[in-house]
Each structure stands twice: as structure tokens, then as C-alpha cells.
């Protein structure tokens, strides 16, 4: 089955694209397996003849590309001779002329392609070579996020019971409040709402696993940033760390700390972090 970045995430990397480099067609899709992406993303087409189009790794300027794992552009796509022409009558109904391909690769690997496109026979300049490499990077970090998401949450799901916890296993348990912390910083990273929403879901049962919130107790209402820095903290973050690790100033870190505390009753950090585990918010 095809990996798939969201749908809203590539988009929003084809319609930077045009916007930066002024082409009025940007195209792309992700591999299908290890030699075929299917071109599922068009922005600014006239014509339904790229979209669901199957390119081959060599074939064609994005099978070129892929091959390579470079960009590559020509000026006048239909007489070019540095590439094959499989793909020529979809581009003819398009009305494309210069166009140029990019690979999304992360950590050496190939994972896509995408292509912006005049119909116009012009060179394509430094600027929208630039602006395509830009647009893929955005693909390729997407696919980053997603590779961490997918194997946090498969390493966290625990199903702990009360004699494992009885017998210590501390080590696996700061597993899971480092997991637990690693999906909170990548959060804000994820565009896709319903993979957010599963990643609450799976912080929310991490945080509640351990079942230290004590029957009776008050309910505490933190605000996302607030988990996310006590999160940190309770891995021993200094502020400054944990401003680099949630991309925020430290200052920031700080006034969210100090909110979390107030609404907790804690005078210190570890006070803090105590009373969000007793609360059930923190594993």
C-alpha cells in the first residue's frame, strides 16, 4: 500500500512553489513503491492529465529525477532529447513546455517527486530551481515527521498492569514518558488534524497508563504548551532546553512554567511535575 503524506501538506508545498517561483503549474506525488510515484497533488492544471499519472524511476523528466536523485529541467519538454517521452501526451494536453523535477529524498532515499511548469519554451533560471528544492524540502520534512510519529506510537501503547508496575520497571516506564514527551514536541509540526488528534489520544492514554491521578482530586485543566514544557521538564530539560526542543524562545518556556505552576498549586518544578502526573497528565 502507497505511504501517503497528507493531502493538505503537499498542496500547501505545491502552491509555495508557484507562489515563489512564479510557474503557473506545480505537480507531485509520492512513491508508490520502490520505482513508481503517482502524481496525486496539481495545482494550477487546466486539464485532468497529470493527476493519478505513474511515473517510473528513469522514464521521463521526473523518472530522471528520481533515478538521479537530483533536480533536472529541460526547456522545451516535448523536443528534448536528454529524456524519454513516455509521458509526452499528458504533458502535450497540459500545454507544457519548460519544466522542472525535483526528488523528495529523506535520509538517502527517494520518496517522491514534484515538478513546476511553464507552457511557455523559456530557460528556467537559479530562482525557480531554488524554489522547487525549497518545496521539496517541505515534502521531505513532512515525511520525517511522519517516519518519527509512526514509530513513536508503535512503541507506545503500554499495557501496563499493577504487579509490573509494582516491580519496578522504571526503566521502561521513563520510555514511556520520553515517548510521551518526543510526540508532544513533534505535534505542532503535524498539519494533518486527524493524525493530530490520534496523536492527543495516544498522549492522553500514555499520561493516564501509569494510574497515578488520585481518586478525588481536583480536576486540572493545563493549555497544550503547558503539558508540552512540564513534558520536558520531567525529562530534566533546563528551559533553554526544552526552548530548543518545542522551537520556542525561552522566555516563552518559562511563562508557560510558571502558569502550569500556578494552576497546579506547585512552588517548584518537581512540585510541578508531580502534581500533573497525580492529575493524570503526565505518564
Not at 14 to 40: K, N, Q
Not at 213 to 223: K, N, S, T, W
Request: some cysteine; proline content about 5%; hydrophobic content about 45%.
Amino acid at each position: 500500500m502507497p505511504e501517503s503524506v497528507d493531502a493538505v501538506e503537499m498542496q500547501a508545498a505545491l502552491l509555495r512553489l508557484r507562489r515563489t517561483s512564479g510557474l503557473p503549474v506545480a505537480f507531485g506525488g509520492l512513491l508508490a513503491d520502490s520505482r513508481h510515484a503517482r502524481i496525486a497533488e496539481v495545482n494550477g492544471a487546466r486539464t485532468a492529465a497529470l493527476r493519478g499519472l505513474v511515473i517510473s524511476s528513469g522514464s521521463g523528466l521526473g523518472g530522471k529525477s528520481m533515478a538521479l536523485s537530483r533536480p533536472c529541467a529541460v526547456t522545451d519538454y516535448r523536443s528534448s532529447r536528454h529524456i524519454s517521452h513516455e509521458y509526452d501526451t499528458a504533458v502535450a494536453t497540459e500545454g507544457l513546455r519548460s519544466v522542472v523535477a525535483v526528488p523528495v529524498v529523506v535520509r538517502r532515499e527517494v520518496r517522491g517527486v514534484l515538478y513546476g511548469a511553464l507552457r511557455e519554451p523559456l530557460t528556467l533560471g537559479d530562482r525557480t530551481f531554488d524554489a522547487a528544492v525549497a518545496a521539496a524540502r517541505d515534502v521531505e520534512q513532512a515525511l520525517v515527521v511522519r517516519d518519527e510519529v509512526r514509530q513513536l506510537l508503535a512503541v507506545s501503547r503500554p499495557e501496563p498492569d499493577a504487579a509490573t508496575v509494582a516491580a519496578g520497571a522504571a526503566g521502561a516506564w521513563e520510555d514511556v514518558r520520553e515517548a510521551h514527551r518526543e510526540l508532544r514536541a513533534l505535534m505542532p509540526k503535524v498539519l494533518d488534524p486527524a493524525l493530530r488528534d490520534e496523536l492527543l489520544a495516544v498522549c492522553g492514554r500514555l499520561a493516564s497508563a501509569t494510574g497515578t491521578r488520585e481518586p478525588g482530586a481536583r480536576e486540572v485543566r493545563l493549555a497544550p504548551r503547558e503539558i508540552d514544557v512540564l513534558a520536558c521538564v520531567a525529562a530534566g530539560a533546563t528551559n533553554a532546553v526544552a526552548a530548543d526542543r518545542l522551537g520556542l524562545r525561552p522566555e516563552t518556556v518559562k511563562g508557560y512554567l510558571r502558569s502550569a505552576m500556578r494552576r497546579l498549586g506547585a512552588h517548584t518544578r518537581l512540585e510541578a511535575v508531580v502534581a500533573a502526573r497525580r492529575a493524570g497528565l503526565l505518564p
